[in-house]
């Protein structure tokens, strides 16, 4: 008899969806979306094929020890309680002989979402606990629009629900590739919707994405890391035309004038015209045109940004920028509209009791430049030096930038121990590996994208030989002598029980049963009740209203007003490299040798253009260099890719020989140098050179 079961996976994909889990003699058979899930929600190809990774035969089932050097794969299996006694001796000898900040967390998103069986939160709490250890600060995702907003907005929850698409007139897609890339799981098809009543979608992008041929009515392409000078020649034109809308700017922000001296040329002698920003862009000057004028005159528009626009050089003031133009044409704060700012997550949620992270003193160095922290420590002007590395859900010698530096970190340490269910490139680093339990091996409530909480069930027993990452924990802190402040008294079940008896659901068998959790509300949209009286409610900015010019931002490291930037040109690397998100992978989750992430094969975008120029045909064997590193990958010739750029999807895992990568893993060429005040990443800013592969 086949047992159907509310399920929700939490992997980092920017949605979480409602599931249902079949089970038969213990086994699960399929996952398919929930009977009760809102009408435009679907589920991704990974959460519907996940079979494939809670039975493959790569799933660790027993603690490893290393054996062998670093990175070779030798290791030996050993028990529990040797691997627990073992873990709690190295640390107790690193917090005794360097003291706790001797430690560095590297959490990571492989469960993300759940209220109790988070891989950020839990290892938090359990560091906490156990001493001041080195944290890290901000993300890759979204460190530089997450730092930025707020200067502007006062905060960052200024997002939007996909229902409210549906008043729409135009959409703009700017840098969002919505259909691989999951702002919640009901966007693409709201998007999608708008595009079928005769709403425009345009989608600006160096590339022709699956968004452009299945969501977009038009393709805007741009040269990565050059977004803020379009949308500075598209203030240029609304301004110059008249097209602003003069009395929401006057109403609801401060700068407008300082930022208008700038966009004309008057504060520095350049006019961001359409014809100047084409030199720099590679967006025609009358698609700017036409694109600028067609942005004011529809009501209303929304502006969703994707994270690829604020991963370059300058990430910040693209962010801001988007904002900026959404202001200025009237559409921030409106029905159908919205502000500009990054989407996902962004509004309130059901509330949902947690855990909670114990109050410490941790010193903190950035995410993004955590190996450069570890090589260089205090010599290098960091907080601390690092002896070892506790890492939680995370692949970093897969999705950290230069992953050679990397490796060089974890060779550098003293220890390193994580938790996952692979042997990742990660993990092959690491002297002990713990084996964790996948999602639907679990019961837990998961928070998604919009106005949800879920119920997910365990719908099969754990394979055997793996344990819950709340569980490791629990044991190794009673180990180390903190195990009841760490627990709370409490197993899973239990904690489940408060975060229940803590929200806003009524009826909890009804929870349970469904899997499901509506808020009452799903046409938001974010600071509405700012436009709707600014005195009544003022922005959490020193003006109370939008600052278009934020001294505040100038005090932190930035400027004042958002500017133009873009990286140099480099005569020995003349081509951009961008690694957008696969349709196939949560980043490098499905990696390895799982047949989902086969699908999302490793080659490199490239225009017929610059493969002409380097004698390269579709199919060959090239390799992609510059000075962090070599990739050898197969070519795949189009038009679908502007000329001067190229595309690796990133979430490959690495395969290193004789220094040359042949899986595919963009972050061999990437770097550790962030883009600044945030200290965000920059990987859409790098430059490469491809030539035919000499094997």
């Given at each position: 008899m086949i047992k159907k079961t509310p399920v929700t996976c939490n992997l980092d994909c920017g949605a979480g969806c409602p599931l249902t889990a079949h089970v038969e003699n213990g086994k699960l058979m399929r996952i398919q979306n929930s009977a009760l899930k809102p009408a435009h929600a679907s589920a991704c190809p990974v959460g519907l094929n996940y079979t494939e990774m809670l039975y493959s035969p790569d799933r660790l089932t027993s603690p490893l020890l290393r054996t062998g050097p670093r990175g070779s794969g030798e290791f030996k299996e050993i028990s529990w309680d040797e691997a627990m006694d073992y873990a709690a001796e190295k640390l107790t000898h690193l917090k005794e002989t360097y003291g706790a900040e001797s430690l560095i967390r590297l959490g990571g998103s492989?469960?993300?979402?759940?209220?109790?069986?988070?891989?950020?939160?839990?290892?938090?709490?359990?560091?906490?606990?156990?001493?001041?250890?080195?944290?890290?600060?901000?993300?890759?995702?979204?460190?530089?629009?997450?730092?930025?907003?707020?200067?502007?907005?006062?905060?960052?929850?200024?997002?939007?629900?996909?229902?409210?698409?549906?008043?729409?007139?135009?959409?703009?897609?700017?840098?969002?590739?919505?259909?691989?890339?999951?702002?919640?799981?009901?966007?693409?098809?709201?998007?999608?919707?708008?595009?079928?009543?005769?709403?425009?979608?345009?989608?600006?992008?160096?590339?022709?994405?699956?968004?452009?041929?299945?969501?977009?009515?038009?393709?805007?392409?741009?040269?990565?890391?050059?977004?803020?000078?379009?949308?500075?020649?598209?203030?240029?034109?609304?301004?110059?035309?008249?097209?602003?809308?003069?009395?929401?700017?006057?109403?609801?922000?401060?700068?407008?004038?300082?930022?208008?001296?700038?966009?004309?040329?008057?504060?520095?002698?350049?006019?961001?015209?359409?014809?100047?920003?084409?030199?720099?862009?590679?967006t025609p000057s009358q698609t700017i045109l036409s694109l600028a004028r067609r942005y004011a005159a529809t009501d209303p528009v929304a502006l969703i940004p994707g994270l690829s626009i604020q991963r370059t050089l300058g990430g910040e003031d693209a962010a801001r920028m988007a904002v900026i133009l959404q202001t200025v044409t009237g559409n921030a704060g409106k029905m159908g509209g919205s502000w500009g700012a990054y989407m996902g997550g962004r509004l309130p949620k059901p509330r949902c009791g947690g855990m909670g992270v114990l109050e410490t003193t941790p010193v903190s160095v950035p995410v993004y430049r955590f190996?450069?922290?570890?090589?260089?420590?205090?010599?290098?002007?960091?907080?601390?030096?690092?002896?070892?590395?506790?890492?939680?859900?995370?692949?970093?010698?897969?999705?950290?930038?230069?992953?050679?530096?990397?490796?060089?970190?974890?060779?550098?340490?003293?220890?390193?121990?994580?938790?996952?269910?692979?042997?990742?490139?990660?993990?092959?680093?690491?002297?002990?590996?713990?084996?964790?339990?996948?999602?639907?091996?679990?019961?837990?409530?998961?928070?998604?994208?919009?106005?949800?909480?879920?119920?997910?069930?365990?719908?099969?027993?754990?394979?055997?030989?793996?344990k819950n990452d709340y569980d490791i924990f629990c044991e190794l802190a009673e180990r180390l002598g903190f195990g009841d402040k760490f627990s709370g008294g409490k197993d899973a079940k239990e904690w489940l029980e408060v975060f229940l008896a803590d929200s806003d659901i009524d009826d909890m068998n009804a929870f349970r049963e469904t899997g499901i959790y509506s808020g009452p509300d799903h046409h938001r949209v974010g600071l509405s009740e700012f436009i709707d009286d600014k005195k009544a409610n003022p922005l959490n900015t020193p003006s109370g209203l939008i600052e278009i010019v934020s001294q505040a931002y100038a005090e932190a490291g930035g400027s004042a007003l958002p500017h133009c930037q873009h990286d140099a040109p480099d005569k020995q690397h003349p081509l951009r490299m961008i690694t957008p998100h696969p349709r196939f992978r949560i980043h490098s989750q499905t990696g390895g040798n799982t047949l989902m992430g086969k699908k999302d094969k490793a080659t490199l975008w490239l225009n017929n253009t610059d493969a002409k120029k380097r004698n390269i045909e579709d199919g060959d064997l090239v390799a992609i260099t510059n000075d962090r590193g070599r990739i050898h990958v197969e070519a795949s010739v189009s038009e679908n890719i502007m000329e001067g750029v190229v595309c690796l999807l990133e979430g490959a895992w690495p395969v290193i020989e004789s220094g040359v990568d042949t899986g595919g893993s963009p972050n061999m060429l990437t770097s550790t140098e962030p883009t600044l005040p945030s200290e965000g990443s920059r990987t859409h800013s790098v430059r490469v050179e491809v030539s035919k592969a000499t094997t």
């Open positions: 492989g469960s993300c979402r759940g209220a109790l069986h988070n891989t950020a939160s839990l290892p938090e709490r359990f560091l906490g606990l156990w001493g001041n250890y080195t944290e890290t600060s901000g993300n890759y995702s979204s460190q530089a629009t997450s730092f930025s907003v707020p200067f502007v907005l006062g905060t960052n929850k200024a997002g939007f629900d996909p229902a409210t698409l549906e008043h729409a007139n135009m959409i703009i897609l700017w840098g969002a590739n919505i259909s691989d890339v999951r702002f919640g799981n009901e966007t693409a098809r709201r998007i999608s919707d708008a595009k079928n009543r005769g709403a425009s979608v345009v989608v600006i992008d160096p590339r022709r994405s699956r968004s452009v041929k299945h969501l977009g009515t038009e393709w805007v392409a741009v040269v990565p890391g050059t977004d803020t000078i379009l949308m500075a020649a598209i203030l240029h034109v609304l301004i110059t035309e008249t097209l602003i809308d003069l009395d929401f700017i006057n109403t609801y922000s401060i700068g407008f004038e300082e930022l208008k001296q700038y966009i004309i040329g008057e504060s520095d002698g350049i006019a961001k015209t359409p014809a100047w920003a084409e030199e720099r862009c590679g190996p450069d922290a570890i090589l260089g420590g205090k010599k290098a002007g960091f907080p601390s030096d690092i002896k070892g590395i506790y890492t939680v859900g995370g692949n970093f010698l897969s999705q950290g930038s230069d992953i050679n530096k990397n490796i060089r970190a974890f060779n550098q340490v003293e220890f390193s121990i994580c938790h996952d269910p692979f042997m990742t490139p990660t993990a092959s680093y690491c002297d002990l590996v713990l084996p964790t339990t996948l999602w639907p091996e679990r019961e837990d409530i998961i928070t998604p994208s919009g106005n949800f909480l879920l119920y997910s069930h365990q719908a099969v027993a754990p394979l055997e030989g793996v």
